[in-house]
């Protein structure tokens, strides 16, 4: 199912995990040595801005070479139709995608910005031409399209374990819902929100709970991303400006300046209290990345009243707003300087302080690791049948 080599890609799950518990100083160097030894993953991962440099050569020669197929088929035939473009997206998308089978199995890339530029390629080229497919005439244009498209991409992205990939699937899956609500009529202005919101439930229990099981262990940043984003969605159906918008967009709503849209005050109300009860969740649950969307969200809730409600002063409120966080970070820094119910401010041990602090003890544990083995070997060889290596001497007559 997964193009990747699934035993280097849980060696490098290993690895990971086993740079943190040896930032923890839970196991030791030699230890830690023995395992990057054993469980090595010969991938190749350029580095960031190689990376960038692939996929950016990459693109281009895929444009290069759609701009000559294309150069050569429309010569003395300007009026080739859609028909002609689907089957040049499909064309494409498939030899995208038989280019990246083949460099991932020869070149043994994973993430290396080639491959990536491939998939993002073949995808954009296979939802293209299903667009292209659909009638224009034809309604809910935009629904079929997301509906024939919708296995492609959950395919890709399980089979390439794509973060990326698994985001764009889960949008695609949320507007499938969307749009089909769409086809109820008036009923959908007053559920839209709530359907939405019971909508992302589901969604983010099944994603925590499959990321629990040891069998999905390979997708489990691709289930994060489920999680993060049914938690984001969830916020974003019940917030004020984001409905008041919509509304106005795809129900045609009309409100004057100043109007306010019906269930005002609880969307108000929940605009104010979501992110403050993800905080909450997330500091009893110990969970970083819910952390990190709560304080993103509570940044969303301050613009959406901050529009709605300005003082017309923007230098104070910038100014009070400025001052207040920095107290609110200094006196939490200053709590939290000592462990408190599990939650700290100090440094969290990672893998970038790993490789900074001990790759040099670690080459040296390596190249003695190494040492012994080969040295183990080289014992073996007794020349002429001595216990010590001797060419044939021995301890007894």
């Not at 809910?140 to 698994?166: C, D, G, H, K, Q």
Request: charged residues 15%; contains cysteine; aromatic residues 18%.
């Amino acid at each position: 199912m997964i193009s990747y080599n699934t035993t280097y890609l849980r060696n490098i799950a290993i690895v990971k995990k086993a740079k943190q518990w040896f930032s923890h100083q839970l196991i030791s160097g030699e230890q830690m040595a023995t395992i990057l030894n054993k469980y090595d993953a010969p991938f190749y991962k350029p580095n960031l801005f190689i990376k960038i440099g692939l996929f950016i050569f990459t693109g281009v020669l895929i444009s290069a070479a759609l701009g000559f197929y294309c150069l050569f088929a429309y010569t003395g035939n300007h009026d080739l139709g859609s028909g002609f473009a689907s089957f040049t997206c499909f064309l494409f998308a498939i030899g995208c995608f038989v280019c990246l089978k083949i460099f991932i199995k020869n070149y043994k890339l994973y993430n290396s910005g080639i491959d990536d530029a491939l998939l993002y390629s073949a995808l954009s080229f296979l939802f293209s031409g299903i667009c292209i497919m659909v009638d224009n005439t034809t309604d809910n244009r935009i629904l079929f399209s997301l509906v024939f498209f919708f296995p492609f991409i959950i395919f890709a992205a399980i089979r390439y374990v794509e973060t990326l990939v698994t985001l764009a699937a889960a949008l695609c899956l949320y507007a499938i819902f969307f749009f089909s609500l769409l086809n109820i009529g008036a009923v959908a202005k007053l559920i839209m929100p709530f359907a939405l919101m019971l909508f992302s439930v589901p969604v983010y229990f099944i994603a925590r709970k499959q990321k629990q099981n040891d069998a999905y262990f390979l997708w489990k940043a691709c289930l994060s991303v489920c999680e993060a984003v049914a938690l984001v969605l969830f916020y974003l159906a019940g917030n004020y400006f984001v409905i008041r918008e919509n509304s106005i967009a795809f129900f045609d709503m009309k409100l004057e300046d100043g109007q306010e849209i019906p269930l005002a005050f609880l969307f108000y109300f929940l605009t104010a209290s979501v992110p403050l009860l993800y905080a909450y969740c997330a500091l009893k649950t110990k969970n970083k990345t819910i952390l990190l969307i709560s304080l993103l969200l509570i940044t969303a809730s301050a613009l959406t009243f901050k529009y709605y409600f300005s003082l017309h002063h923007p230098e104070i409120t910038l100014t009070g707003a400025g001052i207040i966080m920095i107290l609110i970070a200094y006196f939490s820094i200053k709590y939290l300087k000592t462990d408190r119910h599990g939650i700290t401010f100090k440094e969290d041990a990672n893998e970038d302080n790993f490789l900074k602090k001990n790759a040099e003890a670690l080459i040296i544990a390596q190249s003695f690791s190494a040492q012994a083995t080969s040295q183990h070997q080289n014992d073996t060889n007794s020349f002429g049948g001595g216990d010590f290596g001797g060419g044939g001497s021995g301890n007894n007559y």
